[in-house]
């Protein structure tokens, strides 16, 4: 199986603050995703990854980054936190045409 | 006009009935589809793709209409368990650059 994992579940920051959030995946997928998701808006995209040192903006990349040093890791950094930023963040893997995609259990960041 | 639209429901349904819920999506070119399945407080998790023949996993049927540009997902004999929110999940613009919709809620009761 698929194992996506994130660096905390819940997360307590404060405004201004710079935030890392951090995701594993252990089965060599190619292809890496940071989403967040909030009550009736769904799963938006915030960045995405196709390759080690390759990132590309998603539907809603203002006021994050992202760093993919290594294949199997993929960071999403929040530069100067914003109380809407509060949210759940999920990451995801996947590999080949299809499009399916694996997710971690999420972080959910409260900025106060 | 959002590129993938469901009902948010609920859909309140008694143990052992059958379900359906319903999907529209916008980009014509659209190439996969998926229905995932999220429990409370949890990830999203696949439960099937959805291909042009429609496909049948067990209990859940997911079919595809291309020319009117919906999916659906029947649930046959529904369990408690069965109880999550489900996302109809659109390929729309490129490799792997996947769209949700919101996702449709299902309660099953005893």
């Known amino acids: 199986d698929v194992k996506v994992t994130q660096s905390s579940r819940y997360l307590v920051k404060r405004t201004g603050e710079k935030v890392f959030l951090e995701c594993v995946q252990d089965?060599?997928?190619?292809?890496m995703f940071w989403y967040r998701q909030d009550p009736g808006l769904g799963l938006r995209l915030i960045y995405f990854s196709y390759d080690v040192k390759m990132k590309e903006k998603g539907d809603i990349p203002e006021g994050y980054s992202v760093s993919r040093e290594k294949k199997e890791r993929f960071s999403l950094i929040l530069e100067s936190a914003s109380t809407n930023q509060t949210s759940m963040y999920l990451c995801?893997?996947?590999?080949?045409?299809?499009?399916?995609?694996?997710f971690g259990p999420g972080t959910r960041l409260t900025v106060t | 006009r959002k590129e993938v639209e469901q009902d948010p429901g609920p859909f309140n349904v008694p143990e052992g009935a059958t379900v359906a819920f319903n999907c529209t999506y916008s980009n014509s070119a659209s190439q996969s589809f998926f229905w995932y399945r999220q429990d409370c407080r949890k990830e999203p998790k696949l439960l099937m793709s959805?291909?042009?023949s429609g496909n049948e996993d067990g209990r859940f049927t997911a079919q595809l209409n291309r020319a009117s540009q919906y999916i659906s997902l029947l649930i046959r004999d529904s369990k408690l368990s069965d109880s999550a929110t489900y996302l109809c999940?659109?390929?729309?613009?490129?490799?792997?650059?996947?769209?949700f919709g919101t996702g449709t809620r299902l309660l099953v009761s005893p």
């Open positions: 959805v291909y042009s």
């Open positions: 999940v659109v390929n729309s613009r490129s490799f792997q650059k996947l769209v």
């Open positions: 089965m060599d997928h190619e292809n």
């Open positions: 995801a893997c996947g590999q080949g045409p299809s499009g399916e995609q694996y």
